[in-house]
C-alpha cells in the first residue's frame, strides 16, 4: 500500500497524481459511466470501487466480471470508461474483455502489478499497484493495492470532476497515508486469530456477512477460505440473509460479520442478533474499542478505528490470516492450492 501510494499523494496539499493517467484527464470530466472488469479478487477489488467511485466522484460504475463480460454484446459508448484489474496482467478473459470494448470505443485503463504483462501493453493507461511479487497462487497483498489503487483513482477522477473539495481531500488523504501503520496494528491480532483457526478448522461451511463496501469485503474473505482452506464459504450482504443464507444457520455454522463502527453499525448488530437466535457460532472484526458486539460474539477481533472509506483495507487483513492459519492446521499448501492457475491465461 504504501509502494502504491508512494510519490502520488499529497495529503497536506489535497493533491492525487497519477502520472499513468494524466493523459486522459480532460477525458475523465467527460465520461456518463464506468465499467470495471476482472476476475476472482480483482473483480472483489472493483466492487469495493464502485463504492469509493460513486461516492467520491459521483460517476455511475457497473463491475462485471470480465468471463461473463467478454461473451455478451454489452451497450457501449464513446463515452465510457473501462478499468480492466488484474494482478497479473495475463488473465485470458480480461484481456478478451478489454479487446471487445475496444472494439465499442471505450477508453480502457488498466489497473495491474505486474510491469510491462500483456494487459497493460493493451490498455490505453493506467496505474501500477506496484504491491512487489505474489508469490502465492491466491492473490492477498495484490488485493489491498488495488483497491489502494482505486481508492487513488476515485480521489483523482473527484478531484478532476470537482465533486470533492480540497479540505475533504486533505482530510481523506491523510486517513489514507496513515493505513500501513493501522495495517500493522491489525496484524498484530496474529496470535487471536490463530486461536480462532483452530476453533474452526473442521468446519465445512461457512458464511462471511457485511455491507456497503464491507460486502465485496466478505466476498473476498469467502473466496480466500475456498481458494487456500477448501472449506465452502458463502459471501453475502448482511441484508440478504433473510432472504436466503438464513435457513443455513445452525450451530456448525460460523458466520464472520465485518461489523466495524460505520454508518450501517445498528443493522450489522441486528443481523448478528438473528444468527445468534439460531445457534450460529459469531466471529466478529470490530473496530477497536467496540463493546456492544463484544457482549454478543463468540469471538471479537478488533481493528484500528479508520474513515468508512478505508476500512476494506484494514478488515482484509484479519480475513485473510484466518484463511491462512485454518489451511495451515488442515495440511494444505497454501502457496499452491490445488487446480488453481497463478494466472489463467485459457
Ligand atoms: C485473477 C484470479 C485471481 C486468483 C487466482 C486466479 O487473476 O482469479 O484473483 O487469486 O490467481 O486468477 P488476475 O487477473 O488478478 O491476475
Redesign the pocket.
Given at each position: 500500500i504504501r509502494d502504491c501510494m508512494r510519490g502520488r499523494i499529497y495529503p497536506e496539499r489535497g493533491i492525487v497524481q497519477l502520472g499513468g493517467i494524466k493523459e486522459y484527464t480532460e477525458k475523465l470530466k467527460n465520461i456518463d459511466r464506468i465499467i470495471i472488469v476482472?476476475?476472482?479478487?480483482?473483480w472483489h477489488a472493483g466492487l469495493v470501487g464502485e463504492y469509493l467511485i460513486e461516492e467520491y466522484a459521483r460517476v455511475p460504475v457497473e463491475v462485471e466480471y470480465a468471463s461473463e463480460f467478454r461473451y455478451r454484446n454489452p451497450i457501449i459508448s464513446e463515452k465510457d470508461l473501462v478499468i480492466a484489474?488484474?494482478?497479473?496482467?495475463?488473465?485470458a478473459d480480461?484481456m478478451a474483455a478489454i479487446e471487445l470494448a475496444k472494439e465499442k470505443g471505450a477508453t480502457i485503463f488498466g489497473i495491474c502489478n505486474v510491469v510491462g504483462a500483456s494487459i497493460p501493453r493493451i490498455t490505453h493507461a493506467g496505474v501500477y499497484t506496484h504491491a512487489g511479487p505474489e508469490i502465492g497462487?491466491?492473490?492477498t497483498k495484490?488485493f489491498t493495492a488495488q483497491v489502494t489503487a482505486l481508492t487513488l483513482m476515485a480521489f483523482y477522477i473527484a478531484q478532476q470532476r470537482g465533486t470533492i473539495t480540497q479540505g475533504k481531500l486533505i482530510e481523506y488523504l491523510t486517513e489514507l497515508n496513515e493505513i500501513p501503520d493501522l495495517i500493522e496494528k491489525a496484524l498484530q491480532a496474529n496470535d487471536q486469530i490463530k486461536e480462532i483457526a483452530a476453533t474452526y478448522k473442521d468446519s465445512n461451511n461457512c458464511l462471511f456477512l457485511g455491507r456497503g463496501s464491507s460486502f465485496p469485503v466478505a466476498l473476498e474473505g469467502a473466496l480466500k477460505l475456498k481458494?487456500i482452506s477448501y472449506i465452502h464459504a458463502e459471501g453475502y450482504p448482511a441484508a440478504e440473509m433473510k432472504h436466503g443464507p438464513i435457513a443455513l444457520i445452525d450451530a456448525e455454522m460460523p458466520v464472520v460479520f465485518i461489523a466495524t463502527k460505520n454508518s450501517s453499525h445498528e443493522k450489522v448488530v441486528s443481523n448478528i442478533q438473528e444468527v445468534k437466535a439460531r445457534g450460529g457460532k459469531v466471529i466478529a472484526i470490530v473496530t477497536e474499542g467496540d463493546t456492544i458486539i463484544k457482549g454478543m460474539a463468540e469471538h471479537v477481533i478488533e481493528i484500528p478505528q479508520t474513515g468508512e472509506a478505508f476500512v476494506p483495507l484494514l478488515a482484509t487483513i484479519p480475513l485473510q490470516l484466518l484463511s491462512y492459519h485454518i489451511a495451515v492446521m488442515r495440511g494444505c499448501n497454501v502457496d499452491q492450492p490445488r487446480n488453481?492457475?497463478?494466472?489463467?491465461t485459457v
Open positions: 476482472a476476475c476472482g479478487t480483482s484489474i488484474s494482478q497479473s496482467g495475463e488473465t480480461t497462487v491466491a492473490s495484490a481458494e488453481l492457475a497463478k494466472s489463467v
